[in-house]
């Protein structure tokens, strides 16, 4: 998704302004995302949630396709074809990158095309200080990747329940199969002991695996997508978005 991040600076985008994105097309070939633990119940209610290896760790990730580079919920548009966008796809074109620190320089996509000299909100006051804009996505960026850690740790805690999920969606001219994807043993889960509970709830991961295993159900979104998108692409009619995809004038809204 980021072909070309660069450090935010002044010296290099002190004339640059931001143009707003009013497509998703950034995430056109994007089939799975990372989730983060405070947007999981949203998530959960539009895609199917799963783990995948991360390291030692595993990783919570939302499936967004089931062939390698197209994301069924990007439409032929660019359109977001579901109620909710996950936080790593609306953070783009910024990201943070990496210092001794850690990740905490605010970098910019300088390939998005949404940098421009005269449209859009500036990134860079006269005197050189971060713009209001800019601000604002530091915070957030700041607060995404503390919620990371914690998703983290928490989808940690779950590592000895997990087992391998190879989700096949059937339809009438082939199986899609997403492969290298983990799930929470539902049945491990019911037999853990009341202390096993407590320690999964104390680490954050017993509402994960709920809202993991609910999440689910909605795999057979992905088939229903495929379809949809197969029968559109014979009509060449234009993709509808669903509602919260935008706000009121058109435009993304950058916010965790």
């Not at 966008?85 to 910019?108: D, E, K, M």
């Not at 005269?118 to 604002?136: H, I």
């Not at 029968?231 to 978005?241: F, G």
Request: some cysteine; glycine content about 10%.
């Amino acid at each position: 998704m980021f072909l070309n991040p660069v450090p935010l600076s002044f010296s290099r985008h002190g004339g640059m302004r931001l143009k707003p994105a009013r497509a998703y097309a950034h995430a056109r070939a994007m089939t799975m995302v990372p989730v983060m633990a405070a947007e999981l119940a949203r998530v959960a209610q539009e895609m199917p949630v799963g783990f995948v290896r991360d390291g030692e760790g595993y990783a919570l990730v939302a499936l967004l396709g089931l062939e390698p580079g197209r994301n069924l919920f990007v439409g032929p548009d660019g359109r977001w074809l579901a109620g909710y966008v996950p936080a790593r796809i609306r953070q783009y074109p910024f990201v943070l990158g990496g210092s001794a620190a850690g990740p905490t320089v605010v970098c910019v996509d300088e390939s998005s095309g949404q940098l421009s000299k005269s449209e859009g909100r500036p990134l860079f006051e006269g005197d050189g200080s971060p713009s209001a804009l800019v601000r604002e996505v530091s915070r957030v960026l700041q607060e995404m990747e503390r919620d990371r850690a914690a998703t983290s740790r928490a989808a940690g805690a779950l590592a000895g329940l997990m087992v391998p999920w190879e989700m096949a969606l059937e339809s009438r001219d082939d199986a899609r199969r997403a492969g290298g994807l983990f799930r929470v043993d539902e049945t491990a889960l019911n037999a853990l002991s009341d202390e096993g509970f407590l320690a999964l709830r104390h680490a954050g991961a017993l509402g994960m695996a709920y809202a993991h295993l609910l999440s689910l159900g909605r795999a057979a979104v992905l088939h229903r997508l495929a379809a949809a998108q197969a029968r559109r692409a014979e009509s060449r009619a234009p993709a509808s978005p669903m509602p919260g995809a935008v706000d009121e004038s058109g435009e993304f809204v950058f916010e965790f």
